[in-house]
């Protein structure tokens, strides 16, 4: 079985270790949860963020104020690594990348390693420790040295230790200098610029989550050019070819997700609607072909059910299914199907105490801000993500004062939960959460709706598992998976979601509710047209449904939603699923034959 190494710039593996910003980091972290229950050989590489991200604030503006959030040097959680003769292991940067002296630290998650890099070392000045302090902060130029760092330093890390990878996974575009650090290293064993390109692919795999081309991180040449005149000078290669590695026909700039794909045997979007985007997008870089003929396929991602999965209905699913469904049956769809026969009463029972779980948080009272009357008998819909544009979290307000009627329904009455962070440099997204405040506290909602402040992995897991139903509306096609759906679908809460990302391939008109036009609506009515369709199924199919009761109380409709949503969730949509097609499609097969981008490099970069 092949060994991975498995690169990104964030991973949530622990509630303690604050080194994830959203959804990358927390796919990542099951990414190597999912290999250690697989026995997959893997380890990951990262940054040790001293600073964390962010831990969020809401002034008494309604505004996101934002604090560093430390990660403490906990021994039992992180342990430094070591050199042969008994000290802490320190390690440079090549000659012409950045004058870095860094350490590293090691995590045990399961059976995987993570290895993080930190820049906190003696021999650097102030401002070359700053590159590990804070996730995703500074300028373009912090941007880079973090990423020389991650990329660079996390091979020289592997070589150092002598790890014996096979294959080196990078997960999106932050850490592709490892691809021009194995490039050095081939021609240095002698191998021509041709060869030692092929032997790069062969090893190598890219992971891309971004489905716009602005979303991906391009570096002005000036600024990259210096370094990769060391390498040329290093390997007895031109500048110039190596440069042309990294442009994107039709955009200027060391482009870092084009370097990937130019430099991995495989290419992989991340859904099935991520996929066909991501072959539009990237296109060019195969002249003459088709889109359907881009050699980018896709694996949906997964997430760790043992990690998500509320401790009530974990009760039950060990009572329904037994043991198996934490482990080798996690993706076994004959095993979720023996919940047809469970108890609508029990299963209903434990989705309540799921619920009351969350309730029980918000009774405390820390950092919710309106919802003071929230009822935990009544519908409740979550809404938890990063606060981006493109993510709509205020399409559900747009008519208040149908929203208004919807919600105050003295027969089916219904509430909403918010939570999720603005990156610190995102205006737009900062104004969304102050709109969703100012509704929060406003009295003509009268604690109908909530935010949750400062949004974390232990929140996360309440919501995805205390609402009733899941509410997801980015502007298609933005939306290249979005993992919080999974978590919720598999704890038994109904998604009520717009048809883009994994959804679009995980609907199937019995496990939940699916609205708006895969792709995206044409037009400047998108956004009214798309809620239109989400309050007519809000008032005509979800209340309804979930008020629906039988003589002994339980909502036999809803619990047969219910039961089909875990079914049909759980086992497509986990970890083990992803590893195993990771495994089947990605790490093991032979190079495949089929052509490269690399190949048309000479005829198509010189003109781009």
């Not at 373009?140 to 990423?147: A, C, D, F, G, P």
């Not at 299914?321 to 979720?336: I, S």
């Not at 005509?540 to 049909?568: C, H, K, N, Q």
Request: proline share 6%; with cysteine.
């Amino acid at each position: 079985m092949k060994t991975v190494a498995y690169f990104s710039a964030e991973f949530a593996v622990h509630e303690r270790l604050h080194i994830y910003s959203g959804g990358l980091g927390m796919l990542a972290g099951d990414f190597l949860k999912s290999a250690s229950d697989l026995g997959l050989p893997m380890i990951g590489i990262g940054l040790f963020y001293r600073d964390g991200y962010l831990a969020q604030r809401i002034g008494g503006s309604g505004r996101q104020e934002e604090a560093a959030e430390p990660n403490s040097h906990d021994l039992t959680l992180l342990k430094p690594v070591m050199a042969p003769s008994g000290e802490r292991l320190s390690l440079r940067l090549p000659e012409g990348t950045l004058p870095l002296v860094f350490q590293a630290w090691e995590v045990s998650v399961g059976k995987s390693k993570l290895y993080l890099l930190d820049a906190e070392h003696p021999a650097n000045s102030p401002e070359l420790k700053s590159i590990t302090h804070r996730l995703y902060a500074g300028d373009r130029n912090m941007r880079l040295s973090q990423e020389l760092l991650l990329g660079w330093g996390g091979f020289a890390l592997i070589r150092e230790l002598r790890l014996p990878i096979d294959i080196y996974h990078a997960n999106e575009g932050h850490s592709a200098f490892l691809f021009l650090a194995l490039l050095e290293e081939e021609i240095g064993r002698g191998k021509s610029l041709a060869s030692a390109i092929e032997a790069v692919r062969e090893v190598s795999l890219f992971t891309t989550h971004t489905p716009l081309e602005a979303g991906h991180d391009v570096f002005d040449e000036g600024h990259v050019r210096p370094m990769v005149q060391s390498v040329a000078a290093r390997a007895g290669v031109e500048t110039e070819e190596l440069m042309s590695l990294a442009r994107h026909p039709g955009g200027p700039g060391w482009n870092m997700a084009a370097f990937a794909i130019r430099m991995s045997r495989e290419t992989n979007a991340v859904s099935r609607r991520h996929g066909q985007v991501a072959r539009a997008m990237w296109r060019r870089m195969w002249p003459g072909k088709e889109e359907a003929e881009v050699p980018i396929r896709h694996v949906t991602n997964g997430v760790h059910l043992p990690t998500w999965t509320s401790p009530a209905m974990a009760r039950f699913y060990d009572a329904a299914l037994g043991p198996a469904w934490r482990g080798e049956g996690e993706d076994d769809p004959f095993l979720w199907a023996r919940l047809a026969q469970a108890d609508s009463a029990l299963l209903w029972r434990a989705r309540l105490e799921a619920k009351a779980a969350l309730f029980e948080r918000l009774r405390e009272g820390g950092g919710v801000i309106g919802g003071g009357s929230l009822d935990e008998k009544a519908l409740t819909i979550g809404f938890a993500r990063r606060f981006a544009s493109y993510k709509r979290p205020a399409l559900v307000l747009r008519d208040r004062a149908r929203l208004k009627k919807f919600l105050f329904n003295p027969e089916r009455p219904a509430q909403i939960i918010f939570a999720g962070k603005a990156h610190p440099a995102d205006e737009p997204g900062k104004a969304l959460v102050a709109d969703i405040v100012a509704v929060a506290k406003s009295p003509e909602f009268g604690g109908r709706i909530a935010f949750i402040e400062n949004y974390d992995p232990s929140v996360a897991k309440l919501l995805v598992s205390g609402a009733d139903v899941w509410l997801n509306n980015p502007v298609p096609p933005l939306e290249a998976c979005g993992t919080s759906g999974m978590k919720a679908g598999a704890n038994g809460v109904l998604n009520l979601s717009l048809l883009d990302g994994w959804w679009e391939e995980g609907y199937d008109a019995r496990n939940g509710w699916g609205f708006g036009v895969p792709g995206g609506r044409e037009g400047a009515d998108s956004d009214r047209l798309d809620v239109e369709e989400l309050y007519a199924l809000l008032e005509a199919e979800v209340a309804p449904l979930f008020y629906d009761r039988s003589l002994d109380g339980v909502p036999r409709g809803w619990v047969e939603m219910v039961r089909e949503s875990i079914a049909t969730v759980a086992p497509r949509f986990c970890g083990r699923r992803m590893l195993r097609d990771y495994a089947a499609f990605l790490y093991e097969p032979p190079l495949p034959a089929i052509a490269r981008p690399i190949e048309r490099t000479q005829a198509s970069t010189s003109a781009a």
